[in-house]
């Protein structure tokens, strides 16, 4: 049976058991459940704490785990990305208060605090920057005015928490990152794993996408099929009316919109974009 890590809490908790339950996984109903048997698929979950799934992955006794790009490089584990799951998107950075520019040197024989220790230390080393790191284990951005750091590293997603605490981030990102499937690094291909792997991928390619579903006068096909070309080529049928046609084709969610716009503008009628939940392409 594929053993497979899972976030039990945390930023990547939830849109984790999502997205495996929306590719056909049981997923746990019951917070405090640590194991999930789906006998269906020879599936069995594990719902580990965040920091600790590269390190089950890496060791070896669990086949594939769904954590942050971040974790695993603090986590120094032998671990390899299979795929990006498109969530938990995030930057990790330095920051310090405002009120003055700031650079990496200034971190020179400061107190710095963060709860990855081994991405900070990383990456002070690259600029030959010697701090005090000081490990904590969240709420990082309160260290600062409690006295124990002069500056941080820490996730940045929306930035709200360091305007909060009159803090800016400075220098180059540290890590950008995203959630991401993992796996020991070198572990041999099985086709358990690429089963899980094929429909995760599915449902990460289906959000990225809406399905375009529009009719067309004839005459304008040419046109409308240079807007949506689609994936592999669009489906062109007949209607009633044999001077129109329907066209359904896939596109890109970011530019959904923008599409709709030029085939409403091109003449195209009745344009609807709906969901995709999962593929295989
Ligand atoms: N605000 C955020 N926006 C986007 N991603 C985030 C955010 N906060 C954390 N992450 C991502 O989530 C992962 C860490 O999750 P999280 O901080 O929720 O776990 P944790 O700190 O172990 O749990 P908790 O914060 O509940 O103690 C990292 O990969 C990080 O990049
Ligand atoms: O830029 P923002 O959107 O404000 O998000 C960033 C915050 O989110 C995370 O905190 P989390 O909720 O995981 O708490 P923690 O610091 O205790 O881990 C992260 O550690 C930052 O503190
Ligand atoms: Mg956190």
Redesign the pocket.
């Known amino acids: 049976m594929l053993r497979v890590a899972v976030p039990n809490k945390?930023?990547l908790s939830g849109p984790a058991s999502e997205m495996l339950a929306e590719a056909g996984y049981r997923q746990r109903h019951e917070q405090r459940d640590l194991t999930v048997i789906d006998s269906v698929n020879e599936v069995e979950f594990f719902f580990l704490r965040p920091k600790d799934i590269a390190i089950y992955v890496g060791s070896g006794e669990l086949d594939l785990g769904i954590t942050g790009r971040d974790l695993a490089l603090d986590s120094g584990a032998p671990i390899s990305e299979r795929l990006a799951l498109g969530f938990g998107g995030?930057t990790f950075r330095y920051a310090a208060p405002a009120g003055r520019e700031w650079t990496v040197a200034d971190l020179q024989g400061k107190r710095l605090a963060t709860?990855y220790p081994r991405l900070v230390t990383d990456n002070l080393a690259n600029y030959d920057v010697q701090a005090e790191v000081i490990r904590l284990?969240?709420?990082?951005?309160i260290s600062i005015q409690l006295g124990v750091a002069d500056a941080i590293a820490?996730?940045?997603?929306?930035?709200?928490?360091?305007r909060?605490h009159n803090l800016v981030a400075f220098g180059e990102p540290i890590c950008r990152s995203d959630a991401v499937l993992v796996e020991r690094a070198g572990s041999p291909a099985s086709q358990a794993k690429d089963q899980l792997v094929a429909r995760l991928q599915g449902v990460v390619f289906a959000q990225q996408y809406l399905m375009l579903d529009y009719d067309c006068p004839k005459s304008l096909l040419d046109d409308a099929l240079t807007v949506t070309p689609g994936l592999e080529s669009p489906t062109v049928a007949p209607l009633a009316d044999p001077e129109w046609v329907a066209i359904r084709a896939m596109v890109s969610r970011i530019d959904a919109n923008l599409v709709m716009d030029r085939l409403s503008a091109l003449g195209a009628k009745a344009i609807l974009a709906s969901d995709i939940r999962s593929c295989r392409l």
């Open positions: 945390g930023t995030s709860s284990d969240g709420a990082v951005e820490d996730v940045v997603g929306s930035g709200r928490t360091l909060q």
